[in-house]
């Protein structure tokens, strides 16, 4: 039985790469911060499938403890303070769980473990003020916010420790991807929390920063059989992984309101501008408080050599995640 060790098993990702090794018959070890409030986040349905070991991601010995508890042949760093938003809040940390953190993790896996295969997220983040469109595993890297500065540290020590030490280390560029178990604070959550919440007469209008943001949006789930993919091949390597389709914040709004039963009329520009239901009351809005100090106009990503050399195709589209989050969120609340 493959043994797995998953950092981040909390998060949407963690939760949805757990339950794609546990069919695999994986035995899965997580990695998880003590809080104050006992919990297993998004991940808590899989509490008698999965050994849970305390861990925190600045802690070089719990991650040697880790290491040698679970003996993992694979170990997947999904860990990561993963809002860019608040990097801008929480610089120093971003870069002690994003960047310093991959090293101590490399660390433990040299001196522990050294023949298992390492998984890095990366992040289409990296990408910031493109350098081309659409971006690829070549493109030059220009990132944009602490969180992005952070994250390509991370990328680079990954590919120096394979170069280094001839460990099994891949890199995956990851481009948005989204759920039903995707936080709150996250644009498309936000948006299909909000669609259900003003469908349901709970809440009154949306407000948002840039509407015009443009992002390459697929389903978690899809995205992390790419992840596995990475680590079962012969040799290791960095691969992006997207859709391969662009659309704004507004596209994003458009659809989710709809599918809960609001065509939206979208009228003024800039700051002025909004999105108006039949009835003409106004159900999106544009806040300067959601602005970033240095924004990411455009992402979009061209995953030819993952769909070439890892097999891996995209099954669910952009209108069906909208669709499967909106629903989720009706059916919620
Ligand atoms: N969160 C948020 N809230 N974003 C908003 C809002 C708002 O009210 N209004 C507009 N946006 C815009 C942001 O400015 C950004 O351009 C875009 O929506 C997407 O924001 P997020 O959903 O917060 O995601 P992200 O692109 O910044 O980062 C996500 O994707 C990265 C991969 O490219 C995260 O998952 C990162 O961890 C990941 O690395």
Not at 147 to 154: C, D, E, Q
Not at 216 to 223: A, L, N
Not at 256 to 270: D, P, Q
Not at 309 to 325: A, H, Q, T
Request: some cysteine; proline content about 3%; glycine content about 8%.
């Amino acid at each position: 039985m493959p043994k797995a060790l998953i950092t981040g098993i909390t998060g949407q990702d963690g939760s949805y790469l757990a339950e794609l090794l546990i069919s695999k018959n994986y035995e899965v070890f997580g990695l998880v911060r003590r809080k104050s409030q006992l919990g297993y986040g998004q991940s808590e349905h899989l509490k008698e499938r999965v050994t849970f070991i305390d861990g925190d991601m600045t802690d070089t010995t719990s991650l040697v403890k880790a290491m040698t508890i679970s003996s993992a042949d694979e170990v997947y760093n999904l860990a990561a303070n993963s809002f860019v938003a608040s990097s801008w809040n929480a610089p120093d940390s971003a870069a002690e769980i994003n960047a310093v953190g991959v090293t101590k993790l490399l660390e433990a896996i040299r001196f522990v473990k050294p023949e298992a295969r390492f998984y890095q997220a990366s992040t289409s983040e990296m990408f910031g003020l493109v350098q081309e469109i659409p971006q690829k595993e070549t493109t030059p890297f220009y990132p944009r916010s602490p969180y992005g500065v952070a994250k390509l540290y991370g990328h680079w020590i990954t590919k120096n420790y394979r170069e280094s030490y001839g460990i099994f280390a891949c890199n995956g560029i990851l481009f948005n991807h989204e759920s039903e178990r995707r936080g709150a604070e996250f644009v498309t959550r936000k948006i299909t929390l909000a669609a259900a919440a003003i469908c349901k007469g709970r809440q009154e209008v949306l407000e948002l920063g840039n509407l015009s943001a443009q992002r390459d949006w697929g389903h978690s789930e899809d995205y992390v059989r790419a992840m596995w993919l990475m680590l079962q091949q012969d040799e290791p390597d960095d691969y992006v992984v997207a859709s391969g389709e662009v659309h704004t914040v507004r596209d994003f709004c458009a659809v989710a309101f709809e599918r809960a039963g609001m065509a939206l009329t979208w009228s003024g520009e800039g700051l002025d501008e909004t999105g108006t239901d039949k009835a003409g009351r106004v159900r999106v809005r544009v806040n300067p408080a959601f602005f970033r100090p240095a924004e990411v106009d455009i992402l979009f990503g061209d995953p030819s050599k993952a769909e070439q050399k890892l097999g891996w195709k995209r099954e669910i589209s952009f209108e069906r995640l909208v669709e499967r989050m909106v629903d989720h969120d009706l059916a919620a609340n």
